[in-house]
């Protein structure tokens, strides 16, 4: 079985751009999570999606925000990108709903970089 | 003061010796995971605990729910053990999902 992948696995944009990461979970799994890791700040949760619906969110601005496929595969956005926004963001899969009870499975990341 | 500690920060041991990592937390939690990122980047998920304890070869991860606490131990530990360890917990009342900063273990051979 194929495991959780992301795409792109990096990414330069200068500020004010706008990104698109793609994540695409294990085959069967419904519920897909984001997460930001900076240097500073370490891991933080952005949100948590299943069935198209976003259950979850953590506390970052509106300029990030995500959506799921009916195929459970998932992206986020970020907008008007500020330097503080270079990072490396994971998402993971796992089989169903609220991620305290199943086994998270994550993807290698997509690094971005906004200069 | 940050609602999940992890203690200690860095960990340096030789090759064969028991590790313990500590993760102390200040909310109510539904569940507790351990996480190991190795360089580069990638992460798995090592445990999920609610209660009690689990162990997966040589590891071993312990919760006293009461005291807010768990514990991650490495036995006979090796160079490939050397990660990353993260802890992370899900609040039991706005499921936020909250993790430490990690403790950066490096085993020596």
């Known amino acids: 079985k194929a495991g959780v992948t992301q795409t792109p696995r990096y990414l330069i944009k200068t500020r004010g751009q706008q990104v698109t990461l793609s994540c695409s979970p294990i085959?069967?799994?419904?519920?897909v999570s984001w997460y930001q890791q900076t240097p500073g700040q370490g891991l933080q949760f952005l949100f948590e999606?299943?069935?198209?619906?976003?259950?979850n969110k953590g506390n970052f601005p509106g300029r990030f925000s995500g959506r799921q496929f009916s195929n459970s595969r998932s992206e986020m956005n970020v907008s008007t990108l500020e330097l503080g926004d270079s990072a490396l963001y994971l998402c993971?899969?796992?089989?169903?709903?609220?991620?305290?009870?199943?086994?998270?499975?994550f993807g290698p990341g997509t690094r971005l970089t906004v200069l | 003061k940050n609602e999940v500690e992890q203690s200690p920060q860095n960990l340096t041991a030789q090759e064969g010796e028991f590790i313990t990592i500590n993760c102390s937390y200040s909310v109510g939690i539904s569940a507790l995971h351990w996480l190991q990122q190795h360089p580069g980047g990638g992460i798995v998920s090592l445990f999920m605990l609610s209660s009690g304890k689990k162990k997966h070869g040589r590891l071993i991860a312990t919760i006293n729910i009461q005291e807010k606490h768990s514990s991650l131990h490495i036995t006979a530990s090796h160079p490939r053990d050397s990660a990353v360890y993260i802890c992370a917990v899900k609040g039991n009342r706005d499921d936020k999902i909250i993790f430490g900063k990690g403790t950066r273990l490096h085993i020596l051979p």
């Open positions: 999606y299943f069935s198209e619906t976003q259950r």
């Open positions: 085959s069967g799994h419904r519920s």
């Open positions: 993971a899969s796992s089989l169903d709903a609220d991620s305290s009870y199943n086994e998270q499975f």
